[in-house]
């Protein structure tokens, strides 16, 4: 079923997941072990992330150093198959532009395809550092918007070459927003106009980034409504279980800590942010679920014990 579909026939606030696949060589059972945890709140769907490759230096034993190229997570696709097929869940897998061919999207896409899965979230991906060259019969996706025109061209029966009879696809085409705004637009109604953008390529919802004041969700879906953007907005939250998180997560996702939460984890002993993050998270998504919020999206990426004790407290919102 596609996303927007959970959406519109819901009966109350949905709540969804996103994990991130095993390092390379990990076991796929941890994954697993994540969602078992997770199935008993029956979760509409869960996005699973892709990395592009990455750029590593190895020192060799004569003292000179050999510049390596992998991808740390591959598994994407494999593992939303694996979930989708085992416990009957959604997924919806990540495709980014950085890092990969339009032609190697294109494959991906219609494995996914076959494979029955029509849910996409389409994202340009963060700098991994590495550079691919592409030959001259090939091209890229520059930005997300490029991205979403491929898989709606693909809706289409629009392939990269001409093809004898194809198949159109079936994608709903997911797209990242900003409440805070993306670090590299130059002022908020720049980034949402680019949103817009997506939005009339050809995606279908959006579900923004971690934020942890709730203004600037309502803020941004308000600007979103103005601009004449109509599609679904999900919230994503994210729980904060560390010190290490709140110094880390503002540098990495260009967020905001609010000052309220920021006093009280600093105050406590390290052992106990976790449940000042908890209590956070339940007093932000019950607000969220009183707006009339038609999702919560958590990112929950290594481990579902803090999710699950914010989603059992949320049953008094229901």
């Not at 869960?46 to 190229?69: F, K, L, N």
């Not at 409440?179 to 997506?198: G, M, R, T, V």
């Not at 279908?204 to 004449?228: H, K, P």
């Not at 105050?267 to 976790?274: E, N, T």
Request: glycine content about 6%.
């Amino acid at each position: 079923m596609k996303i927007t579909e959970l959406l519109d026939n819901r009966k109350e606030t949905l709540i969804s997941y996103e994990i991130i696949p095993p390092a390379r060589g990990g076991s796929i059972r941890e994954i697993l072990d994540i969602v078992e945890e997770l199935a008993p709140f029956d979760p509409p769907f869960i996005d699973v992330t892709s990395h592009s490759a990455q750029v590593d230096y190895e020192e060799m034993p004569d003292g000179t150093w050999r510049r390596r190229v992998k991808r740390k997570r591959p598994g994407t696709l494999g593992l939303c198959a694996s979930i989708r097929g085992r416990y009957g869940i959604e997924t919806v897998p990540h495709l980014l532009c950085e890092g990969f061919t339009r032609e190697e999207t294109e494959d991906a896409l219609i494995e996914l395809n076959y494979l029955g899965i029509t849910n996409i979230m389409a994202l340009r991906g963060d700098e991994s550092g590495y550079s691919k060259p592409i030959p001259a019969s090939r091209s890229r996706n520059e930005y997300a918007v490029d991205l979403v025109r491929q898989i709606s061209d693909m809706n289409a029966g629009k392939y990269l070459e001409p093809l004898i009879d194809p198949a159109p696809a079936d994608f709903c085409i997911g797209v990242a927003g900003y409440p805070e705004k993306h670090f590299q637009a130059p002022n908020i109604s720049w980034d949402i106009a680019n949103l817009k953008k997506k939005v009339e390529a050809g995606a279908s919802y959006i579900t923004t980034q971690m934020f942890f004041d709730n203004r600037y969700f309502f803020e941004f879906v308000d600007r979103c409504r103005a601009a004449g953007i109509t599609v679904p907005i999900i919230p994503g939250l994210k729980i904060i279980a560390s010190k290490r998180q709140m110094r880390l997560l503002p540098a990495n996702f260009y967020i905001d800590i609010p000052e309220e939460l920021s006093q009280e984890v600093d105050a406590c002993d390290d052992r106990h942010v976790s449940e000042i993050g908890i209590a956070w998270a339940v007093k932000q998504a019950g607000e969220l679920i009183s707006a009339g919020v038609p999702c919560l999206h958590f990112y929950i990426m290594k481990t579902a014990k803090h999710a699950k004790q914010v989603v059992a407290r949320l049953r008094q919102y229901a």
